[in-house]
């Protein structure tokens, strides 16, 4: 739930290159349902799930895409990626971001 009060609802898409640590999917699962009643922006949510597994897998490379339903004919889609400084994946989180797919009926909701 944002700061509006207003309920949610969002897909959230992670993608990500391993290094020796990953994290479970049911452990995710219900680290997610943990922004069921969370009042932030969209923005700030997908920002907090990235840097907290970054913390936790410490990977190569993250992304990490909220596609939340649209309010008010409005739709707020916030990307965030990070690669390891100092490697190749940095330099692919900035080709990543730049070149990032902003046209939402491409993506595949299954």
């Known amino acids: 739930m944002p700061k509006t009060g207003q309920p949610d609802f969002a897909t959230i ?33 997908v920002n907090i799930i990235m840097n907290d597994l970054i913390r936790v897998m410490e990977p190569r490379y993250i992304e990490v895409w909220g596609k939340f339903t649209p309010r008010g004919g409005i739709s707020i889609d916030p990307y965030c990626n990070w690669g390891r400084p100092g490697t190749k994946y940095e330099q692919m989180a900035e080709y990543r971001l730049l070149n990032h797919d902003l046209y939402p009926e491409k993506v595949d909701n299954r």
């Open 13 to 45: 898409y992670i993608s990500y290159i391993p290094d020796k640590k990953c994290v479970e999917s049911k452990s995710l699962k219900l680290y997610l349902f943990s922004f069921r009643n969370h009042g932030d922006f969209h923005e700030d949510c």
